[in-house]
């Protein structure tokens, strides 16, 4: 497993990051703990040594499972968590800082992340000004060693940096979504920002195990998001079967070449793939170690082209809500 570098924070990552949301146990239909721990240490064995969390992941209980996985050894591990942005005061970021390090029994984080801005969801909006404040405090303080942004746009990324330096950006982004790439990412690649993105299989779609006819139970996210839409998902499976051939060409499955499409984009740093068991972790590290040949790769992006030229302009990769047509 090849390690990446975080911007000039002195960070470095494994090329592919294990996303640990769905350890939560919430917003994905549940979750198994020993399932959880199994699948991290799966991930370790493989060469994964970089995991993905936050605060918002079933209130904190990812971190907590993290903890668990890691404890005798937990500086052998590249940690990321993001903080609410109804922690966007300058106490409260620094209270959740210390809140998630108890949860994780580190340090230290590796990276920390402002997960969205602090006005999203309803919530009361604080200058980022004031928020950077206290990542900068906590830097200082070795509490954590990078900051990141997630879903934040090129002009909070600006604001941001006039405070200090932002060296990770965390969006979306993957086959069927790609909003970043106009604006966030030239912006990034200018600035020598990472990338790390997250739902490079689209939240599971690009894998190929659902259908129009797969229904989500109402604690699975997936229920009520701009991809599994009726109207979206059934132009999305059309797409997945043009990418079947492909995927056999190289005897790999249809999540593995969403992640090495992703993984090969050019500007991006590493991946951030969820896994919930054990076996789940070992399919997606077969997107690593071969490479696509060019011609497909762009074969692979025009067909993303179109679907995405055609998708309505949600207002973000959760929500429904349609701002303008494109």
Known sequence: MNMKKLGTSGVQVSE??????VMGGAQWGGADDNESIRAIHA??????????????YNDGYSESIIGKAIQGHPNDYVISSKA???????????????????????DYLDVYFLHWPSHFYGGKKVPLEETMAAMS???????????????FSVEEFKNAMEVDRVDVYQPPFNIL?????????????????????????????L????????????????????????????????????LRPIAEKYRKTLAQLAIKWVMQFPGITAPIVGGRT???????????????????????NTLSKDFWRQMPHYNHFFDTAVIEQK
């Not at 195990?209 to 701009?226: E, Y």
């Open 137 to 151: 405090e906590l830097k200082k303080e070795g509490k954590i060693r990078a900051i990141g942004l997630s879903n």
């Open 278 to 300: 054990d076996k789940q972790v070992l399919e997606n590290v077969g997107a690593c170690g071969w490479k696509m040949e060019q011609s497909d790769f762009e074969k692979i």
């Open 16 to 21: 592919m990051i294990l996303g640990c949301w």
């Open 177 to 205: 979504w790609r909003r970043m790439e106009d604006e966030n990412l030239p912006y990034c690649i200018e600035n020598g920002i990472s990338v790390i993105p997250y739902s490079p299989i689209a939240q599971g779609l």
């Open 43 to 56: 991930a370790y064995d493989a060469g994964i040594n970089t995991l993905d969390t936050a605060e918002a």
């Open 207 to 242: 894998s190929g195990k659902f259908s129009i006819d797969s229904v989500f139970p109402d604690n699975d996210i997936r229920s009520n998001t701009p991809l599994f839409l009726p109207e979206n998902r059934i132009k999305a499976l059309e797409l997945i079967e043009k």
């Open 84 to 106: 609410l942005n109804c922690h966007s005061k300058y106490d409260q970021l620094k209270a959740a800082c210390e809140n998630s390090l108890k949860r994780l029994g580190r």
